[in-house]
């Protein structure tokens, strides 16, 4: 898989250590607050499994599925649930965990689904961050790293279901989806 990448970004030691400053931030900034983390399949699994032992406070957490790329590097505008979540999250504080943000979409999408569901606060915290890409403004609390307009992959995140298992997050090479 190596030979597909362009250019690592980011080591898998780079990522610890900023998910470890991450999870440090929000175990002081909910600690009288009632945390649960949403996780978005799947490419947040990996960011999710690291953020969660680096939180020292009482916390839930779920998961939703949402689809809107198909096996496209191009968001397709539509967004659709294909997992929701188990339990109510009325009066609780949500913090969406997400891997990338890029035209904000998805996550737009996910806030006003979240809302409704009358949580008492929303945030969100995102690995990484494509703020050039946006179309529609999303603000994440907590951000890993602001990235370059490139397609990445590695550390949870995919191109058509592929290179998730990569330790590491790197820029994968325009001949391979092109
Ligand atoms: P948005 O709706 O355009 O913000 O897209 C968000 C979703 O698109 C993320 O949760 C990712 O699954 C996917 N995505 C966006 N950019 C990349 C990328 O560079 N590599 C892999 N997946 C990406
Ligand atoms: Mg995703």
């Not at 690995?127 to 179309?135: A, D, M, T, V, Y």
């Given at each position: 898989m190596r030979e597909d990448i362009k250019e690592v970004l980011f080591t898998e030691e780079q990522i610890r250590d900023k998910i470890k400053e991450i999870g440090k931030k929000i175990s002081n900034d909910y600690r009288e607050k009632d945390l649960i983390l949403i996780g978005i399949l799947k490419g947040s699994v990996m960011f999710m499994a690291g953020l969660m032992k680096e939180i020292t406070i009482p916390c839930s957490m779920d998961f939703m599925a949402v689809s809107s790329y198909g096996n496209s590097t191009e968001s397709t505008g539509r967004v659709k649930i294909l997992k929701d979540l188990d339990f109510s999250v009325e009066g609780k504080d949500i913090l969406i965990v997400e891997d990338i943000i890029d035209s904000g979409i998805t996550l737009a999408y996910i806030k006003e689904y979240l809302y409704s569901r009358k949580p008492n606060s929303l945030e969100i915290s995102t690995?990484?961050?494509?703020?050039?890409?946006?179309?529609i403004n999303i603000e994440p609390k907590y951000t890993g790293f602001n990235v370059p307009d490139a397609f990445l992959v590695g550390y949870g995140l995919d191109f058509a279901e592929k290179y998730?298992?990569?330790p590491y997050i790197g820029i994968l090479k325009e001949e391979v989806y092109k």
């Open positions: 690995l990484l961050n494509k703020p050039e890409r946006r179309k998730r298992n990569l």
